[in-house]
Structures are given as structure tokens and as C-alpha cells.
């Protein structure tokens, strides 16, 4: 694997720590000006997906001096995420803690908080509210926006005109970027539709297989997804001959002739705020967001084939995100049952708590939410 | 030895089915031998297996040992890990008495655990001690009712149990994500669909000066009650005679249909009052989290107790122990998760291949078993 170089360090360092630790006991006055974070992972942190892009964001705080990281992967949404952040602080000193997934925050990481007020948690998805125990927090990234830029490529590429999208859950944030992604693809050509296929739940890589042949044989021929590792789907789509979009991270690697480009997370940007922060010894923020133009969220480089007049469109909405206030979802608006949305004149930029209830598929979208 | 006595288990419940003490004694001697050698065998066929990749195995034991027992920390995070598990694992050893393959405890696991959520959730205002046996109740039925189906349709159509466990653990999942998303769905719970939260007089406790909840406590005593009543009751016995020939039980006059949906009832309910824990003690509302493998780690430690009730309650602290270091050692060796689970399969299958010792490991070391011999 990728990590050989850095198993031995880590293992000369963790055997020489273990050799000295009955004999120093916590003697180490340089310890003022270091710092362990801890990283919990619900699924391998080198899946292609969610994991590996907050992996990507402890490595970043790897490269920083005075910081020692601290890895967990596969560790479940249930009381088995307490033992693991309780072991990083018992028996590893950890002080800053990213338990990374959704399903940790309530209850585990409020509970284990509140029992440990001396030790920082910040929770990926946004989650905290003023309730919680001030040394807890949220960060998260709004990912529709890159979705939409996504979508402006996927509008371009088809020659079918039928997109795919493989979902995990209807939930607002999965909802959210299959509305982004077609009205990206829309904004191209308004007779572009969306299949979207949910397969229930995050990591389900037969299902996520199976909905990737059937979107193609039901005609797309470009496709995105949206489940915490898009592997399985980029190398399924890809030997089908379709074009991806990726999500999470890059997928490129599998697939370099079909990606087209992605919306990934960035979070080697919070990560690393929030480090240095807590090395200079400063108060870290509870409530964290941002998107494109934070450096939260980043979108993949283009793929080969993806053409002149796609990467010129792409570039200028992008650039118009960058300003900042951009709405994707905006007035007038119809759902996929003809029911008005949003009315005419209103706009909703990613940062609009609206969004966050989202529970309609906008016309287009070929599927349903239940 | 004579041919009956080497089909007779070589535990202490089998023991006592077997002539004369000096026997019964050696047999025991040799059933808590044989497990003692095979995890040792398989702690140095694992070892070797580090060496392999270049990790050092006394760097990996004292992590493990540190992460899991060495320290009151680990200690208890090893019983909170474990206590699942006693009941989950029970749910494989005590249809095993009557010779069934049940591996389908996770499906009874989750009913268990969506019952006692869903009922919880109807009556908020209940006090705790009317509450919570309630929640209780409908988690043991829930899962006595799901796995006490298999014993049925193993019995009536005999369809295979462990095929129909396996399906039908597929089908309870599928079940709990769709109430969960659907019909039960609290309307709050907007980016991870569970059920309405627990009142908080319907959660269960620590135990008091512990970071440990009452389900461990709950686990010890099931399986020290399924013990008793295998090994000390008339009923224990004919289960396990109808688990040693069925037809030769029914010629006996023994119930063995009974015996069978009884038993099947029992094991489903002692999954599902594990859920009923995980909803009340850890999680207090039911969703996706609740699918957790805790009813597949069930069958491993069943299997490595050899289906003993009372062997459970070690096997379980094993198994928690290596749980609960596995993330030490992910982070001080820098080690795959999956790690651990290579050492869970070279456990099993140590366990598995000393079943073929049974009777053989003392004469092999000079020592004789058989009756005649005194």
C-alpha cells in the first residue's frame, strides 16, 4: 500500500514512545506546543469516498509541525465511536477530536463531550446548536453549488440526453445535490432528464452496481452518484463505456478516459484552521461553513474528453460563484409533480436554511422520494 | 473408548451425562484445555501472520492487552462492548443445543430494537418502571416471534433454519430502514431518518461507579440462567437429547416440535431484548445505526464458547477486549482495521479444527479417559 514509508515511522515512533512511556509518565514540557488530533472513520479511509476525503484532510495536518495525528477507520455509528474517542484521549492525550461521520454526533459526540470539557470536538455535518457543550462544534461544505458544475459538463457530454444519478437515501442533503446536479444539466439544454435510483443506504456496493447497469440500459450515458464510496460505481459506469461525474474525492485514478470531473470536499482547509488555531492556543469557532468560495469544497480537474465549449461554460458559472450569493435553486421552480417550489423572484444561495429541509425532486428528475 | 462415548460432548454439560467421576472429571479438565490450547494456537498462528508483514507480535499483544484489559478504561470498554454480545450469542448457542444452525440473530436484534423504540416512543409519559418492561417486552417478542418463525418452518415445511435465518435477518433490515424512513420517521431527524427519541426516564442507566449499562449485567445473567437450566433441569435435558437424535427423542415421548419453537423463541428473544439495550442504553431511538454486525459476532463467540451458555461470558470478554484495543492498534502500529478481523477468523478457525481433539488431546498426553480405566 501507499502508507508503507510512514509505517515504519509511525512504528518507530509508537515503539519508542511505548519503551519510554513508564519512565517519563507525561514529563514533556515540549508538549506546550504540540497538539493530537484524533480522525474517526465510519468505513476505510482509503475508499475513494467520504472517508478517504477527510483522510486527505488529516494527512494535510500530518505534513504540520507539532501535530500528531491520530487514525481510526471502520468504527460504527454507535457506542463503539465513545470507546474509540475516549481511548484517544485516555490512553493517547488526544485534544482535538474529528469524529467524521454523520450518525457520531447525536448522542455520542454531545455525551462524550460534556464528559470531557477539557478536550475539543468538532463533528463533520453541521449539527451543533447553541445547546450543545460549547467544546463541541460542527463544520461542513455545501456541495450542491460543485454539483451544479457538474452538472453544467454532464449537460454537455450526453448524447442521449438521460442522466443517472445513484443515490443512497432521500434525505435533504442527497436531494439537494440530485436537484443541483440536473438543473447544472438543464441550464445546458432544458430537455435533459435525471434517473436517479436510491438504494437505501451508504455503502451497498452490490445495489450501487446493479443501478449503475440499469441506468445505463435505461439510456444515460453519464452518470453521478451520491454513497459514501463511489468506487464500485465509477469502475461499473466506466466499463460500460458511460462518463462519471465523481463525488467526495477523485476517482479519476479508476477511470482517467470517463471522469469528467467532481465535487469534492476539501477538507484539509478546515482541518488545518482549525490546528492552528488550537496551537496558537485560541478559541475555536463551534459553527463552521463554507463552500467554493471558503475552500471547502473544490471540484475535480477536467477529464480528457471533456470538451472546449463544456470546460468554457463551466468556467464562467464558476467564476460567477466565486463572487459569492449564487442560487441554484431559484424561482420559478417546479418539482417533478408539477407542484411549484420555489415562486418567481425568490432565490435560495447555498447558505439559506430552506435548503436544509429539502424534501422535493425539481422537474426533471426522473423518481421519487419515497 | 467405546463408540457411544465418543459422540458424548466433552463439556461439562456432556460431562455429566457420562459415567463415574473420575470421567466426568477428565472430560472437563479436557473441555477447558482444549479451548485454552486452540486460542493460544491460534494467538501464535496470528503472530506469524504479523511477522509476515513486518509488525511485531509482542508490540501487537501488549497493545491489545493494554486496549482491552490493562487499564480500568479498558477494562470497562471491554464489558460495554461485550454486553451485546452475551445475548446475541446466545441466540446461536441455544437453538445449537437441539443441533440448529441459527445465524440470522441480526435481524432479531434490530426488531428488537425498533419494538422497543417504537413502543417507547408511544408512551412518553410512562414512568421507567412501567416503561421500560414494557420496551423490554416488545423487544423479546419482536425477536422470539422472528427467530421462533425459523424454528417453525424448520419444524413444519423443514426448511432450513440456517438458510431461513440468514433471509430473514436480510428481510428484518429491510424492514426496520423502511418503517424508520416511512411510518415511523420523527419528522426532526432530517439528514438520518430515525425514530421520536426516548423520554428520558425510558433510557437505561450506568451502573452506578461504572462507564459499564445494565445490559451487561443482563447478559451475565441470561447466560448464567440458560446454563443453569441446560445443564440442571429435566427441560435442558431433553432438549439436549432431542438435539442428539430427534426421532429417537420423539420414540422417547419428548415434545420435540416444542421443544424446537421453545427454544427457537428463546434465542430470538435474547437477540431482541439485546436491541431493546442498544435502543434504551446507547442509542434511545431506533435507525440505521442499530445495524452494527453485533448479531454476526454473535455466532463467532457462540461457536468459540462450543455453544456453552456459560463459556459465552468469557468468549464475549474476549472478543470485546480485542474490539475495544483494536483501535490502539489501528493507531499506534498503523494497522487496517480489518487486522482485528483477521484475528477474529484465525480464532474461529483454531476453535473449530480442536473439535476434532475432543477425546483424543489426554490419551495423547499419557493421560487415560476411559471409565474402565479407575
Redesign the interface.
Known sequence: MTMLPLNRRRLLISGSALLAAPLLMRVSPAAAASLTAGFIYVGPRDDFGYNQSHAEGAAALKAMDGITVLEEENVPESNDVVKSMESMIQLDDASLLFPTSFGYYNPFVKETAADYPDVQFRHCGGLWSEADPKNAGSYFGYIGTAQYLSGIVAGHQTKSKRLGFVAAKPIPQVLMNINAFTLGAKSVDPEITTQVIFTGDWAQPVKEAEATNALIDQGADVLTCHVDSPKVFVQTAAGRGAFVCGYHTSQAPLAPEHYLTGAEWNWSTVYKMFAEKALAGGALPNFVRGGLVEGFVKTSPYGPAVSEAARNQTDTVKAEVMKGGFAVIKGPLKDNKGNEVVAAGKAYPETAVELESMDYLVEGVLGSTS | MSETQAFVRPTPIGAALSKGAGESARRRLEAVLIPILALLAGLFAFGLFLLAI???PV?FY?LVY??GFG?W??LQ?TM??AAPLLLTALCVALPAQLGLVVIGGEGAFVLGGLAAAAIGAAMPDAPGLIGMPVMALAGLCAGGVWIGAVGALRHYRGVNETIASLLMAYIAI?FM?HVV??PLRDPAS????STTPLADQLRIGEIPGMDVHWGFVVGILACLVAGFVLSRTTFGFSARIAGGNARAAAVQGLPVGRLILTFTFAAGAAAGLAGMI?VAA???TA???LI??YGYTGILIAFLARQNPIAIIPMALIIGGI??AG??V?????L???TVLVLQGILFVAILVSETLSGRLLPALGLKTTGEAK
Request: hydrophobic share 25%.
Open positions: 513486518g509488525k511485531s508490540e501488549q493494554r486496549g487499564t478504561f479498558s470498554n460495554q462492548r429491510a430502514q424512513e416511512g432530517l439528514n438520518k431518518p442498544e446507547i442509542h434511545g435507525n440505521a445505526s452494527a454486525g474490539g475495544a483501535g490502539l489501528q493507531r499506534r502500529m498503523d487496517p482495521d480489518a
